[in-house]
């Protein structure tokens, strides 16, 4: 069954420092992937998306992630973290169609400590 | 980008009644909806896949006659909570498929059954 997992429930940085995001997939063919953000009681927010094209992803409000086939990993970074990226990420991946299904990975909770 | 409209944000409702959540697509036609629901600290799960003119598609372990779906016309599907409890208590979320690489999501529905 495909599935997508994010491996730190929770991770913690300082303003200013980098953030590093993991998220794994399974390769049952080629996916489409996706990493949101989820700020308290809001909807979703889409950051960046790989759909078979270049497989480093540059997304919005500086956050990046790179599609590794080999090592099924798409992880989200960012090079200097702000108080206002504290939020839950989701990275989720989609098979046999781009919006078709989209599997949610259990969620991120990024804090930005001052 | 597309803008998903969901409504109402948040509602409380009597255990043992019945709401109604709104997902409109605003800009755009969707053949296609999805309706998610999020329990506390939890990822979101697909409950539904909701098809213009033709019967909702539900995940397993999703109750099709205490979650009705309608999906009427191609920029408004409806998800019906029917004789609600406690454990309904949830944060649902709709998403529209544009037919391109992305899903559009509204803003989600706080709901809680008292």
């Known amino acids: 069954a495909q599935s997508v997992t994010q491996l730190d429930s929770h991770v913690s940085v300082s303003e200013g420092t980098p953030v590093l995001l993991r998220c794994n997939y399974s390769?049952?063919?080629?996916?489409?992937l996706f990493w949101y953000v989820q700020h308290p009681n809001k909807g979703l927010q889409l950051l960046l998306k790989y759909t078979s094209a270049a497989t480093l992803v540059k997304g919005i409000n500086g956050f990046e992630a790179e599609f590794k086939k080999s090592e099924t990993s798409f992880h989200l970074t960012k090079p200097s973290a702000h108080m206002s990226d504290a939020a839950e990420y989701f990275c989720?991946?989609?098979?046999?169609?781009?919006?078709?299904?989209?599997?949610f990975g259990t969620g991120t909770l990024l804090a930005v400590q001052p | 980008g597309a803008v998903v409209s969901q409504h109402p944000s948040w509602v409380i409702c009597k255990s043992g009644t019945s709401v109604k959540i709104e997902c409109r697509s605003l800009d755009f036609q969707a053949t296609t909806m999805f309706w998610y629901r999020q329990f506390p600290k939890q990822s979101l799960m697909l409950m539904a896949t909701s098809n213009e003119g033709s019967k909702a598609t539900y995940e397993q372990g999703v109750e099709k006659d205490k979650f009705l779906i309608n999906h009427a016309s191609l920029t408004l599907s409806t998800l019906t909570v029917t004789s609600a409890h406690p454990e309904d208590s949830s944060f649902y979320i709709c998403?529209?498929?544009?037919?391109?690489?992305?899903?559009?999501f509204g803003q989600g529905t706080r709901l809680t059954v008292v």
């Open positions: 989720v991946v989609s098979y046999g169609g781009a919006t078709n299904k989209l599997i």
């Open positions: 390769s049952s063919y080629s996916p489409s």
């Open positions: 998403s529209a498929d544009q037919g391109g690489t992305e899903a559009f």
